[in-house]
């Protein structure tokens, strides 16, 4: 009978299509895990090993001061005290941040994001010393020339840099004077208190 042949026949062919449609995908399935496999080991160690470092804080091998204050009584006043995370400070030599730099040297060259300037966070020394107001950064490369104007206060302030160096080096071209304070004169010495580097090795 025709109907029976029928029933019989899709009663066949159905199992076969969904076996051959379940062996294809499976196939399919297993090739895209294969090349995805074989894409993780060509490329990962790759990328690991030429990933930049998470940006960090970037501590300086040395540094040069155009001057430096020197006092018996008073304590050092050397560059180094710019990135030891103390309250101690930098100052120059009673100058008043008069044609001052300071230049700091790394170990080898990192990208520098971005620098942070602190003042004197004890209130008597920030208003009696000097403070700088118009910095100018620049570093190995020569077309390197950052203006930044820092405000008379004694919070962090940040100066974005961006480059890739292995020296950076500011030039003070202003300053803000010392202020008399209870009746006890203004410092002469340009002082600063921290100056943190953040960036790549």
């Known amino acids: ?32 895990i ?3 496999e074989i894409v993780q080991q060509t490329t990962i160690p790759t990328t690991s090993t030429t990933a930049p470092s998470l940006l960090k804080l970037q501590i300086p091998l040395s540094c040069k001061a155009s001057s430096t204050y020197e006092s018996a009584n008073s304590g050092d006043f050397s560059c180094e005290n710019l990135y030891d995370n103390e309250y101690t400070m930098w100052q120059d030599n009673s100058l008043q941040c008069k044609d001052g730099w300071l230049e700091f040297t790394f170990a080898e060259e990192i990208y520098i994001e971005f620098i942070v300037v602190e003042n004197a966070e004890k209130s008597t020394s920030f208003k009696r010393n000097y403070k700088v107001r118009d910095l100018l950064i620049t570093a190995d490369d020569a077309e390197l020339e950052i ?7 004694n919070y962090e302030q940040w100066v ?23 009746g006890q004169n203004a410092f002469d010495e340009c002082a600063i208190q921290e100056i943190r580097f953040f960036g790549k090795g």
């Open 1 to 32: 009978v025709p109907g029976i042949r029928a029933v019989f026949f899709l009663g066949l062919i159905i199992p076969l299509i969904a076996g051959a449609s379940y062996f294809y995908n499976t196939r399919i399935a297993e090739e895209v």
């Open 160 to 182: 974005d840099i961006y480059t890739t160096t292995s020296k950076l080096r500011l030039d003070f071209l202003s300053a803000y004077p010392g202020e008399d304070l209870n």
């Open 34 to 36: 294969e090349e995805i």
């Open 147 to 153: 203006q930044k104007e820092l405000e008379n206060d």
